[in-house]
């Protein structure tokens, strides 16, 4: 197990803040943005970190327009800024009276609020980095690893938890606070009790097509409202809804997203899954090991690449299809030492004319299944 967690947002937030004024470090609660911020800052002198949740800093921005001149020259940190969204105008006049790389770093949950906020204030001043759970790249250094990732999540308090209880607990607090604060904050504020089923039915959704109706009658709600709580939980990097590909390929394709949670130790705890022989017995695990494959795929996909799943009516299927520019990559995900493909892989392969395939299994040992096609594991992935 890795000892410490190299993350790669490290490397693009300084990146970015090279060329440009401010950085947005966008991602769920907890997944490890503070404490890459504060790495950051304590690099770099005279570096100034405020909480937005706190009632202390928040009076210290009491007037920002001075506060900001105050300390110009020096990173500012600005961390849940989406406490007092009145700040993204005030930034933009700041920067546009001193336009200097590396002055603002905003550390944001990832809420729509901040997202339209700073759209419309800060366009063509404000650089974004995502966050995701800790990857594999990020963690795993033995086969092993990969089992103990899978089982925990990307979440570190919950992967570096000293056992499973303390783990489960951790999930079941964040679950807690996530239902009776964080989501409230994001304008989605049901009963505790249906946000509760709602998560309980994504869980066992997972890998699946997403019909509202159906949900909406579970719930005793409507279809729109369980759209736009799925909305904002995607909005908040807590779960996936991967579209259907769509392209006038003279086929019957499926219309209807599928909905991943995507962090799979919030799966498995939403499952009831505490262990590693829990989860391998569970009727569920193909599909957690599904989305916690298509996590790491989608989660290091290069800028202007596009993910979507394939099949048709006719059973032609690829569990994911990557598209940069005109080269498009399929993956097929299978929960096997020696994983089988179908006809229908092969049948989505030719539709699409994939420039290469690949099966991703828990396997230590790559191989080729035919030309352009490999059985690669996680760590492999290109």
Same mark, same amino acid.
């Given at each position: ?5 190299? @993350?790669?947002?490290?490397? $693009? ?8 004024? &401010?950085? !947005? ?7 490890? =943005? ?9 690099? /770099? ?12 800093? @928040? ?5 920002? @327009? ?11 940190? %600005? ?43 800060? &366009? ?24 103990? /990732? ?5 979440? +570190? ?12 607990? *951790? ?13 409230? !904050? ?25 019909? !509202? ?10 279809? +729109? ?10 909005? &908040?990097?807590?779960?996936? @809804? ?8 003279? =086929? ?36 957690? *090991? ?5 996590? $790491? ?15 048709? !009516? ?31 892989? *092969? ?21 080729? %299944? ?7 594991? +996680?760590?492999?992935?290109?």
């Amino acid at each position: 197990m890795a000892a410490t967690l190299e @993350r790669f947002a490290d490397s $693009q937030v300084r990146a970015a803040l090279a060329r440009s004024p &401010a950085v !947005a470090l966008l991602g769920p609660r907890q997944v490890g =943005k503070t404490t890459l911020a504060k790495r950051i800052a304590g690099g /770099l002198p005279g570096s100034v970190y405020l909480d937005l949740e706190s009632e202390r800093d @928040r009076i210290r921005l009491t007037d920002p @327009r001075l506060f900001f001149e105050r300390y110009r020259g020096r990173l500012l940190v %600005l961390d849940e800024v989406q406490n007092a969204p009145g700040i993204f105008a005030e930034l933009r006049g700041e920067i546009d009276s001193f336009r200097h790389p590396g002055r603002f770093l905003i550390l944001g949950s990832a809420s729509p609020h901040l997202l339209r906020q700073s759209s419309e204030s800060l &366009a063509g001043r404000l650089e974004y980095v995502d966050m995701a759970p800790v990857q594999v790249a990020e963690f795993c250094r033995v086969f092993e690893d990969l089992q103990t /990732l899978w089982l925990r999540g990307g979440f +570190p308090p919950a992967l570096l938890a000293h056992g499973e209880a303390d783990c489960w607990d *951790w999930r079941e607090g964040f679950l807690r606070n996530l239902i009776s604060r964080d989501l409230p !904050a994001l304008g989605i504020a049901p009963a505790p009790e249906t946000m509760h089923r709602f998560w309980r039915m994504l869980a066992h959704l997972h890998g699946q097509l997403f019909n !509202a109706s159906a949900i909406a009658s579970s719930l005793g709600v409507s279809p +729109p409202t369980v759209s736009r709580h799925l909305d904002a939980l995607c909005g &908040a990097f807590l779960v996936r @809804r991967l579209e259907p590909l769509h392209g006038n390929l003279g =086929k019957r394709l499926v219309k209807s997203p599928k909905v991943y949670v995507r962090d799979s130790g919030l799966l498995h705890h939403l499952l009831g899954v505490m262990t590693v022989d829990d989860l391998i017995g569970h009727p569920g695990a193909g599909a957690s *090991w599904e989305g916690f494959v298509i996590e $790491q795929i989608c989660n290091r996909l290069p800028r202007g690449a596009t993910a979507s799943f394939y099949r048709t !009516a006719a059973g032609a299927e690829l569990d994911l299809v990557v598209e940069t520019g005109k080269r498009k990559i399929g993956y097929e995900v299978k929960f096997s030492s020696a994983p089988k493909v179908t006809k229908g892989f *092969w049948q989505a392969c030719s539709d699409l004319a994939v420039d290469r395939a690949y099966v991703v299994a828990p396997v230590r040992e790559p191989w080729p %299944l035919a030309n352009d096609v490999e059985v690669i594991s +996680p760590f492999q992935l290109p």
